[in-house]
């Protein structure tokens, strides 16, 4: 069974740049699609882009300037890297596991409250 | 883009009911569509794949379908377990939530 686990700061100041780590265990992060998702308080989910194991990356055109999605195998890790952020950027961000054949997600991590505020 | 419209934002309904949940796509969607069921303070949970292909472990009153740009979550039958917030998804767009609650 496929596990995720979000990790980086609770709480990043506007204007900075947002960083989190997503480590899979239970199988490789090789040869999948990886995304990641974020839920605004009091608001719905919104798909913040996905990346191959590859590398290749697909972002959510609203974000697309200020995303950065990487992926290391050899630690079996994926990478956010947020620039620039505001207030709306609070949220709880997820990882989850794309299944591209359908584009849905069959594996999430628990999820981590980012909060931007001075 | 694909624009979702979900219906309704807030469905009140008792143990027994059949509940429906409506997602209206701006286009026709074939089989991108997924369904999630959300707790309060967990991660979504896949429900159904490919609008109407049941996860492993989820129960059978779950049943998904499409017609056009027409897309629909029913629950045959409303267990306790079943009050929570519930997303349509197609490719990178969510319908905005339908939270059932009592």
């Known amino acids: 069974q496929v596990q995720l686990q979000e990790s980086g700061p609770g709480l990043v100041k506007p204007s900075e740049t947002l960083s989190l780590i997503c480590s899979v265990s239970?199988?490789?992060?090789?040869?999948?699609?990886w995304s990641w998702i974020r839920h605004p308080p009091g608001k719905g989910l919104e798909w913040i882009g996905h990346?191959?194991?590859?590398?290749?990356?697909n972002y959510n055109p609203s974000l697309k300037s200020r995303i950065t999605l990487s992926i290391d195998t050899s630690k079996n890790q994926l990478s956010l890297r947020l620039t620039s952020v505001t207030a709306a950027d609070t949220a709880v961000y997820y990882c989850?596991?794309?299944?591209?054949?359908?584009?849905?997600?069959?594996?999430w991590g628990q999820g981590i409250l980012v909060t931007v505020s001075s | 883009d694909i624009q979702l419209t979900q219906s309704p934002s807030t469905l009140s309904a008792s143990v027994g009911d059949r509940v429906t949940i409506t997602c209206r796509a701006s286009?026709?969607?074939?089989?991108?569509v997924a369904w999630y069921q959300q707790r309060p303070g967990k991660a979504p949970k896949l429900l159904i794949s490919?609008?109407?292909s049941l996860e492993s472990g989820v129960p059978s009153r779950f049943i998904g379908s499409e017609s056009g740009t027409e897309l629909t979550l029913t629950i045959s039958s409303l267990q306790p377990d079943d009050f929570a917030t519930y997303y349509c998804?197609?490719?990178?767009?969510f319908g905005q939530g339908t939270k059932v609650e009592i």
């Open positions: 989850a596991r794309l299944v591209f054949e359908g584009y849905y997600f069959d594996f």
């Open positions: 239970g199988g490789s992060i090789s040869s999948d699609y």
């Open positions: 990346i191959y194991s590859s590398g290749a990356t």
């Open positions: 286009q026709i969607v074939s089989s991108w």
């Open positions: 490919k609008a109407f």
């Open positions: 998804q197609v490719i990178g767009t």
